[in-house]
Structure formats: C-alpha cells, structure tokens
C-alpha cells in the first residue's frame, strides 16, 4: 500500500546521502506506516530506534502560532492590536526603501536590502502581521543588534531582550506590503511571553507540552542535556551535494545552530527540540481540534490570509499562508495545512482526508528539501488515490 512512500524514503539514504530518517502515518487518529531507517549517528554507526530527539526549527513555527491562538481565544492579545503596544520599540521603526533586495545566497529564500534610504514607516506592525510574515522583518540573525545584545547580555540574549532589540533594525518593506519568511514568529515568542507573564517557553510547557504529555519537548534545553539530541549533520550550503558523506557532511553541534542567538534565547521560529512521536501528538491535537484549539480557533489559523499583493512573494507553490502555517490553495487540489524545517522536518495535516504526516531528519541544507512534499503525496496517494 505504502510500497511508493517507502522507496522515496530509502531514496534519501541511498542516493542523496541522509545518514537516517523517520516517517510516520495516521489516517484518522490510527498509525497506518511507520518507518525509520538508517543511522542516527553515522560515524558510530548507530542504528535510529524511533525515539530520537531533534532540532525540528522552523516546524517550532506552528507550535509557536498555536501558542499565540490559544491567546487570541482567551482575548489576551488580538489581530488587530499594534505591536508597540506590547513591545513599545516598535512605535516608531524605520523602512528601508529603494535599493535592491537581494538573495543571501547561502540562503536564498532570505533577502538583505541593499542600498536606498531609511525612512520612517507609514504602517504600524500588527499582532496579525506577526502570524502572517508580513511585518517587514528579515531572517538576519547576525544582525547589528543582535550582536550588541549579546555584549550586552553576556551571550544570554533573553527573548523579549532580543525582540525589542530588533526595533532598531530597518524594515524590508512597509508592515503588511509583502510577505517575507523573517523572524516574525520569534518576536511573536516575545509577544506571548510579555502578554501570559511567563517565560514563553514555559507557557508552551504548560499549556501545550503537558497538556499533550509532550515530555522529550523543549524550546530551551538545558546545557547538560545536549548529548540527547541526535546527531546533527550539515551538506555544503552551496552544492548541497551528498553523496559523499565522508567529505559533504559534517557533524555539527546539536545546539540550534544559527537561529540560537543566546543561551536564553527561546526562538519562537526555530528553536523546539522534540521528537517524532511528540510532534504527532501535536499534529494530532490540531487536526481534531477541541483539545488546545478550539475548532473555530484552527479553522481561523488555517484560512488563508493573504491578499493578492501579499501572495506575490510567498514562495510555497500550491498553498497560500494563514497564521502561522501554509494553508490548501482548493483550486490547486491542495488540501493539507502545515509547515517544514531546515534540518528535514515536515508536516501536513489534512483534516479534509484526515491525514496526519510528518517526516524526520537531521541534516541541514540537504537536497531532500524541495522533495519532501513528494513524501506526503505518496503517502494521500495511497490513502485517498489521489
């Protein structure tokens, strides 16, 4: 049944180079395939069991969003609300217009603006901005202001600390103009953390984490813990070339590295470590709703809400995006909603279909990235055939 899923999966190790993976399908709450293969430590020739611990990076963003949901049903924080009045650094920011925006080209989907003029912004951010990727942010995280939060801080670059330290930078665009893949969902880390008291990592704890029993998921772990985490491997960012683990893949540590910018630093976009069995119950609980989202509450984060103008930059073909996650495009025949991280991570939840799917690696830049959507479509294929 799964007889294609399966051969794509071992088509990751055997010609692209990934040292292991893992892959998991329920079709109504029930598991119907589950696979894992390959090593979790290459070098060591260690057998993956199933139970490994990951950076999931930007597969964070959905929890983060989910976060930020369970605020907006509560009538904590709203859409609507200004960012400055949480975060008062962002009452006055500047754009940078003109100039030329140009693609770093170690990650081409990240953009810097090169030349032109730093003008005042005529749009104010909002909290929906925030969700949405269209608040005029970079993914710069070696930025000025980062760099001098952490001399300020001793390396410890706290989260709200390092959200009102980004004010200081100038916007890509005017708020609401575009959308841009930034550092949006970390400052809506911030956001939650100013407007539930708590330290955000440990409201996802509490409300999220426990609720779910999630008990290997962390957005902060602890210094003592790090030798839990799989091994960790990154392809050459330029070539992305695999074949050759001995000379292509490195070893890397499995610290959230680069979107880790302090020890205190809880980055709302990229820094949960968790594994693959509590991710799924994390999915699970999105795809049923009722459980930390109401099912308005998902219906709301799943809509898409970008404007014509706004659907020009998103990058994701066939799907548009809502709050926090990409969301189906009906007359691209999409019908899953989700998101994918740096390091391999990929997830869809299909409530139409009532598929839930995720995918697990551990190696960053691979040139698996762009085929990772053929994982679930094999996997709805052979669930729906179509």
Same mark, same amino acid.
């Given at each position: 049944?799964?007889?294609?899923?399966?051969?794509?999966?071992?088509?990751?190790?055997?010609?692209?180079?990934?040292?292991?993976?893992?892959?998991?399908?329920?079709?109504?709450?029930?598991?119907?395939?589950?696979?894992?293969?390959?090593?979790?430590?290459?070098?060591?020739?260690?057998?993956?069991?199933?139970?490994?611990?990951?950076?999931?990076?930007?597969?964070?963003?959905?929890?983060?969003?989910?976060?930020?949901?369970?605020?907006?049903?509560?009538?904590?924080?709203?859409?609507?609300?200004?960012?400055?009045?949480?975060?008062?650094?962002?009452?006055?920011?500047?754009?940078?217009?003109? +100039? $030329?925006? /140009?693609?770093?080209?170690? %990650?081409?989907?990240?953009?810097?603006?090169?030349?032109?003029?730093?003008? *005042? #912004?005529?749009?104010?951010?909002?909290?929906?901005?925030?969700?949405?990727?269209?608040?005029?942010?970079?993914?710069?995280?070696?930025?000025?202001?980062?760099?001098?939060?952490?001399?300020?801080?001793?390396?410890?670059?706290?989260?709200?600390?390092?959200?009102?330290?980004?004010?200081?930078?100038?916007?890509?665009?005017?708020?609401?103009?575009?959308?841009?893949?930034?550092?949006?969902?970390?400052?809506?880390?911030?956001?939650?953390?100013?407007?539930?008291?708590?330290?955000? +990592? $440990?409201? /996802?704890?509490?409300?999220? %984490?426990?609720?779910?029993?999630?008990?290997?998921?962390?957005?902060?772990? *602890? #210094?003592?813990?790090?030798?839990?985490?799989?091994?960790?491997?990154?392809?050459?960012?330029?070539?992305?070339?695999?074949?050759?683990?001995?000379?292509?893949?490195?070893?890397?540590?499995?610290?959230?590295?680069?979107?880790?910018?302090?020890?205190?630093?809880?980055?709302?976009?990229?820094?949960?470590?968790?594994?693959?069995?509590?991710?799924?119950?994390?999915?699970?609980?999105?795809?049923?709703?009722?459980?930390?989202?109401?099912?308005?509450?998902?219906?709301?984060?799943?809509?898409?809400?970008?404007?014509?103008?706004?659907?020009?930059?998103?990058?994701?073909?066939?799907?548009?995006?809502?709050?926090?996650?990409?969301?189906?495009?009906?007359?691209?025949?999409?019908?899953?909603?989700?998101?994918?991280?740096?390091?391999?991570?990929?997830?869809?939840?299909?409530?139409?279909?009532?598929?839930?799917?995720?995918?697990?690696?551990?190696?960053?830049?691979?040139?698996?990235?762009?085929?990772?959507?053929?994982?679930?479509?094999?996997?709805?294929?052979?669930?729906?055939?179509?």
């Amino acid at each position: 049944m799964f007889e294609e899923l399966e051969r794509l999966q071992d088509s990751f190790i055997n010609d692209y180079g990934i040292p292991g993976n893992d892959c998991i399908v329920l079709k109504d709450g029930k598991v119907v395939y589950r696979r894992f293969a390959g090593y979790s430590d290459l070098e060591n020739r260690i057998p993956m069991n199933g139970k490994e611990i990951y950076n999931i990076y930007s597969c964070s963003k959905p929890i983060t969003a989910a976060a930020g949901m369970q605020l907006i049903e509560k009538g904590v924080i709203r859409l609507e609300d200004p960012l400055y009045e949480y975060i008062p650094e962002y009452r006055n920011v500047y754009v940078h217009t003109g +100039g $030329e925006l /140009v693609p770093d080209p170690a %990650f081409p989907k990240r953009v810097t603006r090169v030349g032109g003029e730093f003008v *005042p #912004a005529k749009n104010v951010i909002t909290i929906k901005d925030l969700f949405c990727m269209t608040a005029g942010f970079s993914y710069d995280t070696d930025a000025k202001c980062f760099k001098e939060l952490w001399d300020e801080t001793d390396g410890r670059c706290p989260t709200v600390e390092a959200a009102r330290a980004l004010a200081k930078e100038p916007l890509l665009f005017e708020p609401g103009a575009q959308w841009e893949y930034s550092l949006c969902l970390d400052v809506l880390a911030a956001v939650i953390e100013i407007a539930s008291g708590k330290r955000f +990592g $440990e409201y /996802v704890r509490e409300n999220i %984490f426990e609720p779910l029993d999630m008990k290997d998921s962390t957005f902060l772990l *602890p #210094a003592e813990k790090l030798d839990a985490v799989c091994a960790q491997y990154q392809c050459d960012i330029f070539t992305r070339e695999m074949k050759n683990c001995g000379k292509e893949i490195n070893n890397v540590d499995c610290r959230c590295h680069p979107y880790k910018i302090g020890s205190e630093y809880e980055s709302g976009g990229a820094g949960c470590i968790s594994t693959l069995e509590d991710y799924v119950k994390f999915m699970e609980a999105l795809r049923k709703g009722g459980v930390i989202l109401s099912k308005e509450t998902t219906d709301l984060m799943t809509t898409d809400m970008l404007n014509a103008q706004q659907k020009k930059t998103f990058w994701q073909a066939g799907y548009s995006y809502g709050l926090g996650v990409r969301v189906p495009d009906p007359k691209q025949g999409t019908t899953d909603f989700g998101w994918s991280g740096a390091a391999g991570a990929y997830m869809a939840i299909d409530r139409i279909n009532g598929i839930t799917f995720y995918y697990a690696q551990h190696v960053l830049f691979s040139k698996i990235l762009d085929m990772r959507a053929d994982l679930y479509s094999a996997a709805r294929r052979a669930l729906t055939g179509r």
